[in-house]
């Protein structure tokens, strides 16, 4: 139980162009998901909180007109990179979560994104 | 703000070794405290939770211990095999976000 479905799992696209990425949820209902992004050999930054029905909690320093996020379902959310660039190429790792009662976070396989 | 640093950055060991991860935090009001195994361009896999009233967790050749007071944790992996070979994360919740440390290479030869 508990899988958490990250799709796609790498992207290119031209610079200027605008990149969907999807997390869902599929064997439980997620209150609350996360977006993460990870540069090579670093570790995973914290970008915005969504909880579902309401907006996203933009991490300090995350443009949210850049990096928009629609929680519009329990089993559903989505990063959109607006306007990709080359320095947005990274990986994006969402996770989710049951319930604010919960600690626990189930993790997707991550996105690869490529900008050219 | 919360800080987390993980010692070594990288670690290369034949294989049969037992080997010590260590992570230590700034902030020691934390809920728990989670240890990840994260391969190459992959997504994380939860190893262990520890949570805050806890000492330590234990499952199979991996222990993970806890000292909250002095922000710091391991993650001690017994009988190394070269299938261990991955990047281990450990990561602090404190108030609903996960805080990740910068992650310990580990290369287990054959």
């Known amino acids: 139980g508990a899988v958490v479905s990250q799709h796609p799992s790498w992207v290119i696209c031209k610079s200027g162009t605008s990149v969907k990425i999807e997390c869902r949820s599929l064997?439980?209902?997620?209150?609350?998901m996360f977006w993460y992004r990870q540069f090579p050999k670093q570790s995973l930054m914290l970008m915005a909180t969504s909880n579902e029905g309401s907006k996203a909690t933009y991490e300090q320093g995350v443009e949210k007109d850049k990096f928009l996020i629609n929680h519009a379902s329990l089993t559903l959310s989505t990063l959109t990179v607006t306007s990709a660039h080359p320095e947005d190429s990274s990986f994006y790792i969402c996770?989710?979560?049951?319930?604010?009662?919960?600690?626990?976070?189930?993790f997707g396989a991550g996105t690869r994104l490529s900008v050219l | 703000k919360q800080e987390v640093t993980q010692i070594p950055a990288a670690l290369s060991v034949p294989e049969g070794e037992n080997l010590v991860l260590n992570c230590s935090f700034t902030d020691s009001a934390i809920y728990n405290l989670q240890w990840f195994r994260q391969d190459p361009g992959k997504g994380l896999t939860s190893l262990l939770l520890?949570?805050?009233?806890?000492r330590e967790q234990t499952s199979g050749r991996l222990n993970a211990s806890l000292d909250k007071s002095s922000g710091r944790s391991t993650l001690y992996i017994a009988a190394s095999q070269p299938g261990d070979s991955a990047t281990y994360l450990c990561a602090v919740n404190g108030f609903q976000k996960l805080v990740f440390g910068t992650g310990t290479r580990l290369l287990v030869s054959p």
């Open positions: 064997d439980f209902q997620a209150t609350t």
């Open positions: 520890i949570q805050s009233s806890q």
């Open positions: 996770s989710a979560r049951v319930s604010s009662a919960s600690d626990i976070q189930y």
